[in-house]
Structures are given as structure tokens and as C-alpha cells.
């Protein structure tokens, strides 16, 4: 091919101009960066969720967040796409509501220890609580909510009674 009066190719001159797909200097400059940063090892691939990361771009969700070790593992985004910290799972021993998944942490048993727990199908967090007959200090302690002082003057849980279910102390001997 001939040059031009300009000294360049013809082609070259008609291509200066012309955006070439992924070959724009934008494109070009964006491969050559992504490349830099794979030779480095600061992109790693995309790691899958649960994998140990550093920053969030080395996660496929691009979430790298603690877990309750302090590790740094790649998490899900929420539904909303936000990146939040790792919670607890049910089963975990917990302080206060924040810190579970399920964002319930209460009694399970008679020990005062905290878990995480599932909400109920209402979304209520429902404490352990003592069964008929235990022994008890307050109506909240009870399953029945009902903490009364019996015929033994010692207060346990009893069940509510009459037609509206109220906590009304039991009729003893028919008096």
C-alpha cells in the first residue's frame, strides 16, 4: 500500500478514528491492568463462598467478611445485595439478638445461657421456660406464665385456669 503525503498508512489513519470493539484504549487499558493484577496474585479467580479471602474483589459475591473465628471467608450478598458481617447460626452460644442470623438469642434450657434460636412461624423469639410444677420466682419464668404459691407456700408454675384462662390461684379443698 502506498503512504500518504503524511507519511502513514492508509489504514492506520481511517483506524485512529474508529472505535475497534474491545480493542478501544479504554478496552486495551483495562486488559492490561486486569493482566498486571493476575501476575501480582491480587485477583485469585473469583474464590466461592466459604473460601478464606483477603478483600472482596477475590469473591465471586464480592462479600469478604470475619466469621466468628476472625477469619475472613467470602459470603453471600443479601437479597438486597448489601455485603453484612457474618452472624451466628442457630446453635450458637450468643449475648444479645445482633449477633445471631436468625435475630433471636435466648435461654434454651434451666442454665442461663444464651443461644441462638429459630424464630417462630409468628416471628417471635420464644425463651425456654418451666414446665408445670417447677419451682419459680416469676409468671415469666413459666411456660402456662403462671407462677403462684401453692398449698406448700412455695411458688411454682401452674397452669391458668377458669373460662378466660386467667393466672387465678387453685381452689383448694373445694374452699
Not at 483495562?30 to 474483589?57: A, D, N, P
Not at 437479597?79 to 453484612?84: E, P, S, V
Not at 458481617?85 to 444479645?96: D, I, L, T, V
Request: glycine share 6%; proline share 6%.
Amino acid at each position: 500500500m502506498p503512504l500518504l503525503a503524511t507519511g502513514k498508512h492508509p489504514t492506520a489513519t481511517a483506524m485512529a478514528g474508529m472505535p475497534l470493539g474491545p480493542f478501544t484504549k479504554a478496552g486495551i487499558l483495562k486488559l492490561l491492568l486486569t493482566s498486571l493484577l493476575l501476575s501480582q496474585g491480587f485477583m485469585k479467580f473469583h474464590k466461592k463462598i466459604g473460601e478464606i479471602c483477603r478483600v472482596h474483589l477475590e469473591c465471586f459475591s464480592e462479600c469478604c467478611v470475619h466469621n466468628e473465628k476472625m477469619q475472613k471467608l467470602c459470603t453471600r450478598r443479601t437479597l438486597f445485595m448489601q455485603c453484612n458481617k457474618w452472624r451466628k447460626p442457630n446453635g450458637y452460644f450468643c449475648h444479645q439478638y445482633s449477633e445471631c442470623q436468625s435475630n433471636c438469642c435466648v435461654t434454651t434450657s434451666p442454665s442461663p445461657r444464651t443461644f441462638c434460636v429459630p424464630k417462630t412461624i409468628f416471628l417471635q423469639c420464644i425463651p425456654w421456660r418451666k414446665k408445670e410444677g417447677d419451682v419459680c420466682s416469676s409468671h415469666k419464668e413459666c411456660q402456662s406464665e403462671c407462677c403462684l404459691n401453692t398449698y406448700e407456700d412455695i411458688l411454682r408454675c401452674i397452669p391458668k385456669t377458669g373460662m378466660l384462662t386467667k393466672c387465678l390461684p387453685l381452689a383448694i379443698g373445694g374452699k
